[in-house]
T-cell receptor, first 110, second 116 residues
Framework: KNEVEQSPQNLTAQEGEFITINCSYS?????LHWLQQHPGGGIVSLFM???GKKKHGRLIATINIQEKHSSLHITASHPRDSAVYIC????????????FGTGTRLQVFP | DVKVTQSSRYLVKRTGEKVFLECVQD?????MFWYRQDPGLGLRLIYF???????EKGDIPEGYSVSREKKERFSLILESASTNQTSMYLC???????????????FGPGTRLTVL
């Protein structure tokens, strides 16, 4: 069983749809990192959160520490949102080492 | 903005060759990481460095070595490349704990290595 699990593994959507990607973790400290990887490889950080909710543009991330669960929402999805979304959890306090989920591949069609 | 650069985007090598992958960061970060990424397996840590000349093995260090002679540069070395090392290699850096319990990592663009 993976220590950081994402669902779904693959997701297709029509432009404009509301999208939710889920991440559950069984290890690590109580913080979570959402990353985005576009075709071609480069990874960018979207959010780092340890409680509540964060919003950046059309992206919203929430975390429930007690349930060890986080969701990434995309409102009014667009084809440029097509990417792999990865959640990651710090292994332990005072280290920046991460445990990664295997990613959710999102394709948004016009 | 933090910038992490990698020496090549694409690389093709032959079995048995010695391969060097270079990573440079420009934000004086303490920590640097090398990962490989394979379909269905996600990102796996090969090696981690928390200071110049300091290194720690990650989850899959076999067949790899690293070098960190300067703070800004972290090199991954494949002593004798094999076909099962064909993968995407990603470098990352982070500031180090500096009193915070966790800092985010900043990633390079990746090197897609093919070993024939």
């Amino acid at each position: 069983k993976n220590e950081v699990e994402q669902s779904p593994q693959n997701l297709t959507a029509q432009e404009g749809e509301f999208i939710t990607i889920n991440c559950s973790y069984s290890v690590g400290i109580s913080a979570l990192h959402w990353l985005q990887q576009h075709p071609g490889g480069g990874i960018v950080s979207l959010f780092m959160l340890s409680s509540g909710k964060k919003k950046h543009g059309r992206l919203i991330a929430t975390i429930n520490i007690q349930e060890k669960h986080s969701s990434l929402h995309i409102t009014a999805s667009h084809p440029r949102d097509s990417a792999v979304y990865i959640c990651a959890v710090p292994m332990m306090r005072n280290t920046d080492k991460l445990i990664f989920g295997t990613g959710t591949r999102l394709q948004v069609f016009p | 903005d933090v910038k992490v650069t990698q020496s090549s985007r694409y690389l093709v090598k032959r079995t048995g060759e010695k391969v060097f992958l270079e990573c440079v960061q420009d934000m004086d970060h303490e920590n640097m990481f090398w990962y490989r990424q394979d379909p269905g397996l996600g990102l796996r840590l090969i090696y981690f460095s928390y200071d110049v000349k300091m290194k720690e093995k990650g989850d899959i260090p076999e067949g790899y070595s690293v070098s960190r002679e300067k703070k800004e540069r972290f090199s991954l070395i494949l002593e004798s490349a094999s076909t099962n090392q064909t993968s995407m290699y990603l470098c990352a850096s982070s500031p180090g704990t500096s009193g915070r319990f966790y800092n985010e990592q900043f990633f390079g663009p990746g090197t897609r290595l093919t070993v024939l």
